[in-house]
């Protein structure tokens, strides 16, 4: 009997790429396939030849197909699951695969619909795919989670990976919430495990992701006679043309070159004729560097080798198996073989520096849980206007009505947070009419108490990935276009310019009776903060040589001691004297010291 005979396998994104090798190893290892994806054409052709390795092996299996299902897709991925349990009872296995590129560009040039529509598949796509499935499984059922060792953590270790912001706050949290699953699932006995695989040999790689930053690196920079708004409009055009025909190429380069003469109101055949060239010569650098970003990332591999997707769909097999899966349940197992150089990130110890905000105004955004986050906002508010500073505090419209009356004693105002012109609209008006904003402090406030993340209603999933990740970065991305006008379209601006940024929160939760599975749901919103934080760092001080920071305070213990505002006071003092602009610890655990 094969390993996997009777057993019913579903695999997310698994029409092409990893997710079809995925599928390809259960197959010959005799199981049931369920595949789905957004595209019915390739879930075709890989239905026909997993039924004919599935002949081959004589298992008797069957390969059932989804097409149009979309993972952070509520009715379809809800529909699908209540389909395969009436029809064949059980699930035994689901592997989180889907997944997408997202925008491969700086963070501030990042339109905030990619951004949540990344996090969407991604993270929003691996929880509710989880959440439905465990409805169709039995004890003994098994959840992998497909992520990336760029989010791969180590005790003050980050991997930041520039120009893939969502992407990365997705990954991390994935893996997170893996380990949050583990916890959840115990009692149904059902494990959750995920795997971090390093650069796999995929077109996604070499023919977008790796393409696409090497272009961004063009953009930022400018090219020749050409602006960083024109070189991204020129990249639109170019881009598909790597590896095309040198017909194809001659002609995309003319077409493109046309373009551009168009909107910079060029008539002149020779200035046109001029354009092709330059834009000919932008598109082999492109290559050139996307060749150097392949080249330099093999080099932090011993052997200099990316996996094959066949090595990844191994993995995957071997975490599956009844035995291994029992041993490794609830970690994030890497597979990457990567040597990851990067500075330390992470910090407890708080620099002394004095608090000095005179004359500088400060602006609070301040989305309250609970009394508590209130209090800190208050405290917070109160000592930068002590010290001589001026406090505007944005509170969000879904917080309560005591968080209002409290804090009204301030320049205060309820705001929208899910509206991003909103948000710019009142950065604008503070700015006019009280001053330029030094700082903008983001409160998070707590994760809501819930029994288990796996029992949520989607609302109640979506409302957390808002408040935790999509709102953080909505707001991040408007101060920085404040700190920086139009730098999003011209990032030579951002040189040099100042500005800071400190996400506060979410809190460890409190008590003598704190279970690791009260700790791992924060961390699932912490581990999507993390990686974002770094890569928008790296982006600001590497790539776009700008003096702003963004720093991330974690408040509490994972002894579950109070948060200490005065220490979150320390820390704040400190990123925003500029005492920290050099320094590469930008997260901080104000709480998490020895008494």
């Not at 009204?408 to 009419?433: C, G, P, W, Y």
């Not at 139009?486 to 009776?513: H, V």
Request: charged share 25%; hydrophobic share 40%.
């Amino acid at each position: 009997m094969l390993k996997f005979q009777n057993k019913v396998v579903v695999i997310t994104g698994s029409g092409t790429g990893i997710g079809k090798a995925i599928a390809i190893k259960f197959a010959e290892n005799g199981a049931n396939i369920v595949i789905l994806g957004r595209r019915k054409e390739p879930l075709e052709e890989a239905a026909k030849e997993l039924e004919q390795i599935i002949a081959n092996v004589k298992s008797g299996a069957f390969v059932k197909i989804f097409p149009g299902v979309d993972v952070s897709d509520e009715e379809g991925v809800s529909k699908m699951f209540e389909e395969l349990k009436k029809s064949h009872g059980v699930v035994d296995i689901v592997i989180n695969n889907a997944g997408v590129s997202g925008p491969v560009t700086c963070f501030v040039n990042a339109p905030m619909s990619e951004f949540k529509s990344t996090v969407g598949i991604h993270l929003t796509g691996t929880f509710w795919t989880s959440a439905q499935a465990i409805k169709a499984m039995k004890s003994g059922g098994k959840i992998v989670t497909i992520s990336t060792f760029f989010t791969e953590e180590r005790p003050f270790e980050q991997r930041p990976y520039r120009f893939r912001s969502p992407y990365t706050a997705s990954q991390g949290a994935k893996n997170r919430l893996a380990e949050a699953m583990s916890w959840e699932l115990t009692d149904k006995g059902i494990v959750s495990i995920a795997t971090n695989p390093g650069p796999v040999h995929s077109d996604r790689i070499y023919k977008t992701v790796y393409p696409k930053a090497a272009a961004e690196f063009m953009r930022v920079s400018g090219f020749e006679n050409l602006t960083p708004q024109e070189v991204e409009l020129v990249n639109n055009d170019i881009l598909p043309l790597l590896g095309e025909d040198e017909e194809t190429v001659r002609d995309g380069i003319k077409n493109a070159a046309a373009k551009l003469a168009k909107t910079k109101a060029i008539n002149s055949e020779s200035d046109v004729q001029k354009l092709g060239t330059t834009i000919s010569t932008l598109l082999s650098k492109i290559q050139q560097i996307a060749e150097k970003i392949q080249s330099n990332t093999s080099k932090m591999i011993a052997d200099e080798q990316f996996l094959s997707q066949q090595q990844v769909a191994e993995t995957v097999l071997m975490l599956c198996d009844d035995n291994i899966s029992k041993i490794l349940n609830g970690k994030v197992i890497p597979g990457d073989r990567v040597f990851y150089p990067v500075k330390p990130h992470i910090s407890s110890s708080i620099p002394e520096s004095q608090s000095d905000f005179k004359a500088k105004v400060v602006l609070l955004v301040v989305d309250a849980t609970d009394e508590s986050d209130i209090s800190r906002t208050e405290f917070l508010a109160q000592n930068i206007e002590n010290s001589g500073g001026k406090s505007i505090i944005l509170i969000s419209k879904t917080g309560t009505k005591q968080a209002e009356e409290r804090l009204s004693k301030f320049h205060s105002h309820v705001v929208d947070f899910t509206n991003q012109e909103n948000i710019k609209r009142m950065l604008n008006t503070a700015t006019q009419k009280i001053g330029p904003i030094s700082s903008v402090i983001y409160v998070t406030g707590k994760v809501p108490q819930v029994s288990k993340l796996t029992e949520l209603s989607r609302s109640q999933w979506d409302s957390l990935v808002d408040k935790f990740i999509n709102t953080p970065a909505l707001v991040l991305q408007e101060s920085l276009n404040m700190f920086v006008p139009n730098g999003a379209k011209n990032p030579p601006l951002f040189k040099d310019k100042q500005g800071t940024i400190i996400i506060i929160g979410p809190d460890m939760p409190t008590g003598s009776k704190v279970t690791g599975g009260d700790r791992a749901k924060i961390e699932v919103f912490r581990g999507a903060l993390r990686p974002f934080v770094t890569t928008v760092n790296q982006e600001l001080s590497d790539v776009l040589k700008s003096k702003a920071r963004v720093y991330l305070l974690l408040p509490g213990s994972i002894e579950g001691t109070e948060p200490n505002n005065a220490r979150i006071l320390s820390a704040i003092s400190y990123f925003t004297s500029g005492k920290a602009m050099n320094s590469s610890e930008i997260i901080c655990y104000p709480d998490e010291t020895r008494s």
